[in-house]
């Protein structure tokens, strides 16, 4: 049965989607079967692995909305065993019309669970904000992996998606966990890094993964070129550390 772990963070520009991304062409790369999920109305996951967004005939919004079937957004991208419900600029009105549905939190979980055999993991890339988007993703997942960038307010916000983490634990998903926190875009030419490094290992103590994702150009610019690191460039530091993350991810 298929681990699904959401991949959440209010804040915008911390790494989530990269992490997504990365970490779901890892698994794959490590024999696994994996499914991305982008619920992020920009749709960056759904570009970064190559998908055309101009010709996406089903997206997750009409999973949530029109009742489509999980099993028919289903696109396969160039890495294999690699697949992703892609996710358009249409997604943006989910988060209002989601509002008035019936069982509005639980359409996710109810959409993934016939594929959950069918895979070893699904990841989904939650949009940068704690709205009906990311309930649903943290109602349908396990686990909720947590990228935290390394900067000077790394760890402010972050009391936000506790709580919404705690609110969903207590009234929709009583199994949901963290699967860690991953720390992104250490500059090592700073001390400042060090620093919050420091203050999020006091925080989550053995939650933090071992492996941090340094800043890294190639990991930029892969995304422009709709291909995961290990595609765009294999022999990289992104490359490396993001199979050291599925590593550990996969245990
Ligand atoms: P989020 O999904 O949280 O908004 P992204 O993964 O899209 O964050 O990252 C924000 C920006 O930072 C993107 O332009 C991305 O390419 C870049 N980026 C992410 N991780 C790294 C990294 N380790 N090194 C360099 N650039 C990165
Ligand atoms: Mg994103």
Redesign the pocket.
Known sequence: MARIIAVA?Q?????????AVNLGACLAALGKRALLIDI?PQG?TTSGVGVNKADVENCIYDVLINDVSAQEAIRSTEIESLHIIPATIQLAGAEIELVPTISREVRLRKALQPLKSKYDYIII?CP?SLGLLTINALTAADSVLI?IQCEYYALEGLSQLLNTIRLVQKHLNTKLEIEGVVL??LDARTNLGIQVIEDVKKYFREKVYQTI?????R??EA?SHGQPIISYDPRSR?AEVYMDLAKEVAG
């Open positions: 963070n804040k915008g520009g911390v790494g989530k989607t990269t992490t992020d960056n890339d940068p990228p992104t875009m994702i340094p800043r890294n150009v990991l930029s995304p992104g």
